[in-house]
């Protein structure tokens, strides 16, 4: 526990963290878990001092495991969108830059037959 959670809850301040933890339920394979730690300081009736601490820890893991998920599927739907829609501006000035290439050629030759005819 930090000592800043410490000197908060001794002032008579709730403190709360969160941690990453090691759970040994099976000593062969422990299991990382998230967990937010909240100190509350027991305060003696008379005089307001701080005569101990409750401390209460409720783990996370799930809650944080699906917001993280939920943030990379919103980036990557965002990152999908852009690219579909840089691809197609560029495709739009890619058709509109070869017709008028096309205009300009047509136009040569159009101007070539005409000269060539009038010969």
């Known amino acids: ?41 027991l305060l003696d009736a008379t005089d307001d001092t701080v005569v101990g601490v409750i401390g209460i820890t409720r783990d996370v893991t799930a809650t944080l ?21 840089v691809f197609l501006i560029l495709l739009v000035f890619i058709f509109i830059a070869d017709a008028k290439i096309f205009r300009a050629n047509w136009k040569k030759f159009a101007t070539n037959v005409s000269s060539t005819t009038d010969c």
């Open 1 to 41: 526990m930090p000592q800043s959670i410490l000197a908060s809850t001794a002032d008579g301040q709730l403190a709360s963290n969160l941690n990453s933890i090691e759970i040994l339920a099976n000593p062969d394979s422990p299991q990382q878990a998230d967990v937010v730690e909240t100190f509350l300081p």
């Open 65 to 85: 495991t699906s917001q993280i998920a939920e943030t990379r599927s919103s980036i990557s739907n965002f990152t999908m969108l852009s690219l579909g829609s």
